[in-house]
């Protein structure tokens, strides 16, 4: 791989055109660091004078740039390649997904430059310890780990790699160097519960501050898996809530604030109570499926409050939720509602494509939601059709590439994506 940061393209009349580079040179260092990336060039060029070593054509030179107080350095880089996971997870979700979704839907990734700036998270199987060490220089604070398991035996078997470095001693570089991480730990019945998953809270707990927050969450499960998984049952979960939230507890006493949490599924599959607002502390967790459902409960009580006393428009709406959601969704629209029954009509969708198993909304499918509508419009008449948004990515699309504009087509309604309750409530 050829190094140093190559520019894509730069802005004429910027700092950097008018120091003369140039689209195609390659930077390979400032003031002297080397540069591999957008990080390092952003955090090497923080001061006020760059020496700027390039390589054009072949040939080797130094470029000088004086940079007024405030001002950006503009430019387009080409992107290096993302570091890709090696580990042959027992669990993986993108093993366990069909042909034919998106592209990007398969890519596994492992790059911890990724986990800085996105939030994703990796294993550190593979991270050197240089690339440790480049961590601490630069300061990629905070991290987001794949813990899983801190006993090196079980960490293996959950990874599928016998030659892992031991995350207790990396994490231990991490946080003698002042890097704080978030963790998270997938919990496979049989395999990191019981023992090994008090073991990995306990010594999770013993980072201090270094250690923002933990989550556990189950173990996802699709029709498509190979490898033979147990499921996180009912009393799997109700062991862990028991376990986890007295361990919780007691680091809470330690520490001042919770950090051990558990996903929303536990305590949906256990048959209890969604924790209150302040078991969530600060929602650290809440990409991980950590205290979405109190938030939206939070949300719906809001709502009622905010439009007590209003009238509304008597469309009749058709609001699609994943299996798990359906109780919450239901209760905060009738809350709102009185008459919920004819202005909203809440309806659960099977996860025919992964599986019944799989039952959050995020990863329901076009394929099923359009055969849903057709099946609940057959004999009532919905002026629209709402659809939260977490089906799709930032690009608009589901997991089988649909539109809102294609399942509208698809399904003969007319379809509105929404981020909130009170987005689906003011739809008119």
């Not at 740039?65 to 080409?78: M, T």
């Not at 428009?313 to 058709?318: G, P, V």
């Not at 981020?419 to 008119?428: L, Q």
């Amino acid at each position: 791989m050829e190094k140093g940061l190559k520019i894509r393209s730069i802005p004429r009349g910027g700092l950097l055109f008018m120091a003369g580079l140039r689209p195609r040179d390659r930077i390979l260092a400032v003031n002297g660091s080397a540069v591999a990336d957008e990080l390092d060039f952003y955090y090497h060029a923080a001061g006020d004078f760059l020496e700027i070593d390039i390589e054009r054509g072949g040939r080797v030179g130094t470029v000088e740039v004086e940079r007024p107080p405030g001002a950006s350095l503009e430019a387009d880089f080409h992107e290096k390649p993302v570091n890709r996971c090696r580990n042959r997870c027992v669990f993986c979700f993108i093993d366990q997904m069909p042909k034919g979704l998106r592209r990007s839907l398969y890519v596994k990734d492992e790059d911890f430059k990724h986990s800085f700036l996105n939030g994703n998270y990796v294993t550190l199987a593979s991270a050197s310890r240089s690339d440790l060490g480049r961590i601490a220089s630069i300061g990629l604070s905070p991290l987001f780990i794949s813990v899983h398991a801190t006993d090196p035996a079980v960490r293996a078997v959950l990874l599928g790699n016998r030659r892992l470095p031991d995350i207790r001693e990396q994490l231990a570089f991490l946080r003698d160097n002042g890097i704080a991480f978030h963790t998270q730990i997938v919990l496979c019945p049989g395999i990191n519960d019981g023992e090994a998953l008090r073991e990995t809270a306990a010594g999770l707990a013993g980072y201090g501050k270094s250690l923002l927050s933990v989550a556990v969450v189950p173990v996802g499960l699709t029709r498509f898996r190979k490898k033979p998984l147990a499921p996180v049952d009912k009393d799997c979960a109700v062991k862990v809530c028991k376990e986890m939230g007295e361990m919780s507890d007691r680091m809470k006493a330690a520490d001042g604030a919770r950090k051990l949490f558990l996903a929303d599924e536990f305590f949906i599959r256990a048959g209890l109570a969604i924790p209150p607002a302040s078991y969530y502390e600060d929602y650290p967790q809440i990409e991980n499926g950590v205290g979405l459902v109190r938030q939206f409960l939070q949300e719906g009580a809001r709502v009622k409050r905010k439009l007590r006393g209003c009238t509304f428009s008597k469309k009749r709406r058709l609001v699609i939720t994943g299996c798990s959601a359906l109780p919450y969704v239901k209760k905060v629209y009738g809350g709102i509602y009185p008459s919920a029954g004819k202005d909203f009509d809440v309806v659960p969708v099977v996860n025919h494509y992964f599986g019944e198993t799989v039952t959050v909304t995020g990863l329901l499918t076009a394929a099923d939601v359009i055969k849903k509508i057709k099946e609940s419009s057959s004999n009532t008449k919905y002026n629209e059709v709402i659809l939260p948004r977490v089906m799709f990515n930032h690009c608009g699309y589901t997991l089988d590439g649909y539109s809102p504009a294609r399942i509208a087509k698809s399904a003969g309604l007319a379809v509105r994506v929404v981020e909130s309750v009170e987005e689906a409530v003011n739809a008119g």
